[in-house]
């Protein structure tokens, strides 16, 4: 039961950050915002799908080899 309010408690606070994080380097986003603000969410929000990728695959590579080793 621990384990599954910490995984809840912990995604609900990824995704009320979400919304004030910004994964675009500054000339990225001079570049885009240019083309106008909607371009530019989605722009952001490419990154940071893109991101989640690899994150989520250390964090089960992670999680794996410490179930193992216990």
Known sequence: MKKILFTFILLASFTLLYSTVEAQ?????KTVMQSGTKPAKGFNTGILFLMSVPFATIGVIGYK??????
């Open 25 to 29: 380097c500054s000339i990225c986003q």
């Open 65 to 70: 080899w410490w179930k193992a080793s216990k």
